[in-house]
C-alpha cells in the first residue's frame, strides 16, 4: 500500500472556525490531491499540487485554501467552516499526472461542521 | 458540461458474472480509470484503459469503446468480498480525473 497518511480522521467542528486537514505520504510522488466525497456525487476536486509550492484549483475549491511547503505534506484549510462543507476528504498521491498513472488515495478525513 | 454515468446500485448473486456500465461525456479523453470503494474506505485502484478493447485482470476485466464513450467493468466468480462500490474516472484534456458517483454491488449468498 502506498504510505498515505491523513490527519485528523474524525472532526467535529462549529460554523465558522477554521480547520485544517493534513495529508502525509512517504513515497516521494510529485502531485497531490485533495477530493471531497458525498453521497450521490462522484468525487470532486477540491484542489491539487504538481511540486513543492505549485498549487492549482479544481472544481469545488471555493472556502478553500492549499499549502505545500514540503513535498511529503499537503495541507487543506477551510478558511470559515460551514455545514455545506461537511464531508468525507480523501488525499490522494500519484507519480504523474496523466494515464496510466494512478492515484492512490488516503484513508480520508470526515469532517462534520456543526 | 463534463458527465459521467453510472448505475446506481446492482445486485448479483455469489459466484455469478456481473457487468458495470459507464457512460461518459468528457472534454477531451486521456484514459478511463476504475476503483473499487468498500464502505467506510478509499478509493483502491482497478484497472487503467485508454485504448479500445478488454483489459483483463485476473477475476476483473474493463472494456473501453472510445467512439461510444462507454465503458464496463465485467466482475466474475463474484465473491462476498466483491461487495463495494465501483467508481468510473475519466481523465479529461487538462488531465483531471471526472469521476462518477459510483455503483454500490450487493452481492447474494
Known amino acids: ?114 | 458540461g463534463q458527465n459521467i454515468d453510472q448505475p446506481t446500485e446492482m445486485t448479483a448473486t455469489e459466484g455469478a458474472i456481473v457487468q458495470i456500465n459507464c457512460t461518459y461525456q468528457t472534454s477531451g479523453f486521456n484514459g478511463l480509470f476504475w476503483y473499487q470503494q468498500h464502505a467506510g474506505e478509499a478509493p483502491t485502484f482497478l484497472s487503467y484503459n485508454v485504448l479500445d478493447g478488454l483489459e483483463e485482470k485476473g477475476r476483473f476485466s474493463s472494456f473501453l469503446s472510445r467512439s461510444k464513450g462507454y465503458s464496463y467493468l465485467l466482475l466474475k466468480e463474484l465473491q462476498m468480498k466483491d461487495s463495494a462500490s465501483y467508481l468510473c474516472a475519466v481523465m479529461d484534456s487538462n488531465y483531471q480525473l471526472i469521476w462518477g458517483a459510483g455503483t454500490k454491488l450487493i452481492i447474494k449468498p
Open chain 1, 1 to 114: 500500500d502506498a504510505g498515505i497518511t491523513q490527519s485528523p480522521r474524525h472532526k467535529v467542528t462549529e460554523t465558522g472556525t477554521p480547520v485544517t486537514l493534513r495529508c502525509h505520504q512517504t513515497e516521494n510522488h510529485r502531485y497531490m490531491y485533495w477530493y471531497r466525497q458525498d453521497p450521490g456525487h462522484g468525487l470532486r476536486l477540491i484542489h491539487y499540487s504538481y511540486g513543492v509550492k505549485d498549487t492549482d484549483k479544481g472544481e469545488v475549491s471555493d472556502g478553500y485554501s492549499v499549502s505545500r511547503s514540503k513535498t511529503e505534506d499537503f495541507l487543506l484549510t477551510l478558511e470559515s467552516a460551514t455545514s455545506s462543507q461537511t464531508s468525507v476528504y480523501f488525499c490522494a498521491i500519484s507519480e504523474g499526472s496523466g494515464g496510466p498513472y494512478e492515484q492512490y488515495f488516503g484513508p480520508g478525513t470526515r469532517l462534520t461542521v456543526t
